[in-house]
């Protein structure tokens, strides 16, 4: 079945977000994946952790069988993100502390998480993916 994607930046991130949650329940996974923005000069993210990370995430999403949804939230550039006042640092639901996270979101909650360090790493993906 289909990954199903959309992008949030943090301008229209509550939006975006509202629709995510109001559809989560018709798919068999929600996630999603908190990425730095790509610089408009290399086409790259800014973040050399998201880039080695999205390929892999991307990969193991595209192969799960069943409706998965994915949301990516983009952080902004590196001085937007680095500031401690950052939306989704402060946030109580999301609690960010580094770029990539990936997410699992269930239940109106996340249910688990990979942080930046971990978050190209396949077998925790794969466990990611089915929710263990």
């Not at 329940?25 to 999205?54: G, M, Q, Y």
């Not at 999403?61 to 001085?79: C, F, I, K, N």
């Not at 109580?92 to 360090?117: C, H, M, Q």
């Not at 396949?122 to 089915?130: F, H, M, P, S, T």
Request: net charge neutral; charged share 30%.
């Amino acid at each position: 079945m289909p990954l199903k994607v959309v992008d949030a930046t943090v301008p229209s991130f509550d939006s975006v977000f509202e629709k995510f949650r109001s559809e989560a329940a018709n798919n068999k996974a929600n996630f999603i994946l908190f990425l730095a923005d790509k610089d408009h000069s290399t086409s790259l993210s800014w973040c050399p952790d998201c880039v080695r990370a999205e390929p892999v995430i991307y990969k193991k999403l595209e192969s799960t069988p069943g409706d998965v949804a994915l949301l990516r939230a983009y952080v902004g550039d590196r001085p937007t993100w680095r500031n401690p006042q950052h939306p989704w640092r402060v946030d109580t639901k999301f609690k960010l502390t580094g770029v990539p996270t990936l997410v699992r979101w269930e239940n109106e909650a996340i249910t688990s998480r990979l942080e930046d360090y971990e978050a190209h790493i396949e077998k925790k993906i794969d466990a990611l993916v089915a929710g263990k």
